[in-house]
C-alpha cells in the first residue's frame, strides 16, 4: 500500500510539474515557439527536395544522445547516431533514386515544456527511382523536439503509415466517379421508393 501512495505521490507531482511549467509559458512566447517547431517540420521538406538530403541531420539536436528514427519503409527503428546517418547519410549516396519531394501540411504542435514539443502531421511524398514510374503517398509522421541555442531541433521521428487495408480501401475509394456515381444512386433511391 505505502508503495503505491508513493507511486501516486510520484505521479501528482510530475503532473504538477507539468502543469507549472506550461503555466510559465506566455500565450505570445507559445505561439512563437510553435511557428518556430511548424517552420523546422517545412524546412526539413525543403531540405529533402534539394536533394541534399546529409542536410536534414542540421534539424537534429546534436547533443541528443540516442535520437529515435522510424523510416516507414524500413523494417525497424534507427536508434542512435550512428543508424541514423547511415540513413541520412550514407557513404555512397543510392544510384537508383533520382529524386526526392516532401510537402508537410495540418501540422499540430504541442508545447509539453519550456524546451520540448510534440507534434504531428501529414507528409506527401513523392519519388522517382531509375527506370521506374513516379511513386508517391501520404504519411503520418510524429515527433519530438528540444529547444536549443540553434534553435528547435529534432530528437525523434516516427512515420506511421496506414495498414496495408486501410491504404487498399482508400485506393479503391479514389478511384470512384462520384458525380456519376450519384445519379446512380438517386435513381436507386427513387425506384426502391416507389416499390414500397
Known amino acids: 500500500m505505502r508503495r503505491y501512495l508513493t507511486r501516486i505521490t510520484q505521479s501528482f507531482l510530475v ?5 507549472a511549467m506550461m503555466a510559465s509559458i506566455s500565450p505570445a512566447s507559445a505561439n512563437e515557439d510553435i511557428d518556430a517547431v511548424k517552420a523546422v517540420i517545412h524546412e526539413t521538406a525543403e531540405r529533402w527536395n534539394s536533394q541534399d538530403f546529409s542536410s536534414v541531420l542540421g ?30 547519410d550514407p557513404p555512397r549516396p ?40 513516379p511513386i508517391g503517398e501520404d504519411v503520418r509522421v510524429s515527433a519530438v523536439f528540444r529547444k536549443t541555442e540553434a534553435g528547435w531541433r529534432y530528437i525523434h521521428w516516427a512515420e506511421s503509415p496506414m495498414t496495408a487495408l486501410a491504404y487498399m480501401d482508400r485506393l479503391f475509394q479514389q478511384d470512384v466517379d462520384h458525380e456519376k456515381l450519384d445519379v446512380i444512386l438517386e435513381r436507386a433511391r427513387a425506384l426502391r421508393k416507389s416499390g414500397q
Open 15 to 19: 503532473t504538477a510539474f507539468v502543469f
Open 59 to 88: 534539424l537534429w539536436d546534436s547533443a541528443e544522445e540516442v535520437p529515435f528514427y522510424l523510416a516507414e519503409e524500413q523494417d525497424d527503428w534507427f536508434i542512435g547516431w550512428e543508424p541514423l546517418r547511415a540513413y541520412l
Open 94 to 133: 543510392s544510384p537508383v533514386v533520382e529524386g526526392i519531394r516532401e510537402e508537410m501540411y495540418d501540422i499540430s504542435v504541442k508545447l509539453i515544456a519550456e524546451d520540448l514539443a510534440i507534434a504531428a502531421w501529414h507528409m506527401h511524398f513523392e519519388m522517382k527511382m531509375r527506370g521506374k514510374d
